[in-house]
């Protein structure tokens, strides 16, 4: 499966941003996906996930009650609905697919090639 982020950009904090993340090649219900971000000089760290049908999620605790993952199957693609963004969020943002609701990269076969988010202060 191939994904491909979008949506990123630059907004003051406070400001919300929805990222993207479309798969072609293989359909996006046969996986679990997550969002993971990687800010400069950092590791790549876990954000988000949703399971195959969308009925389990797991947030990291620095972005819950203000991000919202989604899927919708019919279209292929995921969604990051991201509110209440802080300079802190700024990083790359990378969607993956795997076959379980995972919170390490390992757990994850496809990467897409990540979207710029920018929070200014």
């Known amino acids: 499966v191939q994904l491909q982020a979008s949506g990123g950009g630059l907004v003051q904090a406070g400001g919300s941003l929805r990222l993207s993340c479309a798969a072609s090649?293989?359909?996006?219900?046969?996986?679990?996906m997550g969002w993971f971000r990687q800010a400069p000089g950092k590791e790549r760290e876990f954000v988000v996930a949703?399971?195959?049908?969308?009925?389990?999620?797991n947030y990291a605790n620095t972005v819950k009650g203000r991000f919202t993952i989604s899927r919708d199957n019919a279209k292929n693609t995921v969604y990051l609905q991201m509110n209440s963004l802080k300079p802190e969020d700024t990083a790359v943002y990378y969607c993956a697919a795997g076959p379980f609701l995972g919170d390490k990269p390992y757990f994850y076969n496809y990467w897409g090639q990540g979207t710029l988010v920018t929070v200014s202060s």
């Open positions: 090649g293989r359909t996006v219900s046969s996986y679990g």
């Open positions: 949703i399971s195959r049908s969308g009925g389990s999620t």
